[in-house]
């Protein structure tokens, strides 16, 4: 077993277990032939949890709205020849600090097909 910080639900709860035995890190990492750093998250994600599985993340908050989505889409549509960047001045304007990334118009764009 390679070097690795996170492990599955099962080795998570084998070392909750051995560490409840006292077992120090060290003797757990080379008990299950891993790193102490991974029994260390571990031991520190049951104790933050109170739970051996895995947490849900919480998704990034968009940038854009439905309505910025549907209107970057019909202006591709429009002039298909527009670069990423093109298309994002032209909808945000050229000196919006708060504008979006060429790169978040070219993911809006492969989400609508």
């Avoid at 031991?43 to 968009?62: A, C, E, I, L, M």
């Avoid at 298909?80 to 298309?87: A, V, Y």
Wanted: a positive charge; hydrophobic letters at 25%; aromatic letters at 8%.
């Amino acid at each position: 077993m390679g070097k690795n910080k996170s492990c599955d639900k099962s080795t998570r709860e084998v070392i909750i277990k051995l560490r409840r035995k006292n077992w120090s890190y060290k003797k757990i990492a080379d008990h299950l032939q891993c790193s102490k750093t991974m029994v260390f998250h571990a031991v520190k994600h049951f104790d933050t949890y109170q739970t051996t599985s895995n947490v849900p993340r919480v998704p990034k908050q968009r940038k854009t709205t439905p309505r910025d989505d549907r209107n970057i889409v019909r202006m591709a549509k429009q002039n298909p020849f527009k670069g990423f960047n093109e298309l994002r001045k032209e909808y945000f304007g050229e000196n919006n600090p708060s504008a979006i990334s060429a790169r978040t118009i070219r993911t809006r764009l492969v989400e609508e097909k």
